[in-house]
């Protein structure tokens, strides 16, 4: 069964901390992205990859950064974790061009 | 600009009944459309696409939405409802202009009560 791993389900981080969330597809996509979600407001677009070594910012992408060194591995990064990042990070893949997504089952985040 | 609205933040149906989630968007190009599915603290599942041709497409668990250019619409439907199809349902569009990025409609709740 293809799939779309998100390392972690629930974290909990300190104000201030550098945070690392790991996404991993098994099915060969190009296109990895991150999104957060928030109640009322959706899935907002924080930042997104065609390809290996390639990101492209989202629509809310201040605060994190993102690592893309192998095809199937997409990283998010927050230099320094905020309370107002606290959130649910979902990771999504699909196939290069006009196709839907495959998401992850998301990482619930709370800073403290 | 590119969006897309679901009007009704939640909804309550009745198990056994008609199930119809409203979805408006707007779009510059040929748009492509999906609904998805979300169940309590998991991720979104594909429920259905439609990029060309027949306007009526079927997905998976009994669903099916039908693309109204003229309304800029792709309306969700199910003709019963289950109590497992409780969720949030995502209405999404996306296409060739930047970049086949996705854009999400903030979410539609579907409630069944027995």
């Known amino acids: 069964d293809v799939k779309v791993t998100q390392s972690s389900r629930y974290l909990v981080k300190r104000t201030g901390e550098k945070v690392f969330l790991e996404c991993v597809q098994d099915m060969d996509h190009e296109n990895m992205f991150w999104y957060r979600q928030d109640p009322g407001l959706g899935l907002r677009l924080i930042y997104f990859?065609?390809?290996?070594?390639?990101?492209e910012k989202g629509d809310i992408p201040e605060g994190y950064s993102v690592s893309r060194e192998k095809k199937e591995r997409f990283s998010l990064i927050l230099e320094s974790a905020s309370t107002n990042q606290t959130s649910m990070y979902l990771c999504a893949s699909r196939r290069q061009g006009a196709e839907g997504y495959t998401f992850g089952s998301g990482t619930r985040l709370t800073v403290v | 600009a590119q969006s897309v609205t679901q009007p009704d933040i939640h909804i309550t149906v009745s198990e056994g009944a008609s199930l119809e989630l409203r979805c408006n968007y707007s779009?510059?190009?040929?748009?492509?459309l999906f609904w998805y599915v979300q169940s309590p603290g998991q991720g979104l599942q594909l429920l259905l696409k439609y990029f060309s041709g027949d306007t009526l497409v079927q997905g998976i668990k009994g669903f099916e939405a039908e693309f109204k250019r003229s309304q800029s619409s792709f309306n969700l439907r199910k003709p019963s409802v289950h109590w497992s199809d409780a969720a949030e349902y995502f209405c999404?569009?996306?296409?060739?202009?930047?970049?086949?990025?996705?854009?999400f409609g903030a979410g539609t709740r579907l409630f069944v009560k027995a």
């Open positions: 999404a569009v996306g296409g060739n202009t930047g970049g086949f990025k996705t854009i």
């Open positions: 779009y510059g190009a040929t748009p492509y």
């Open positions: 990859s065609y390809d290996v070594k390639m990101k």
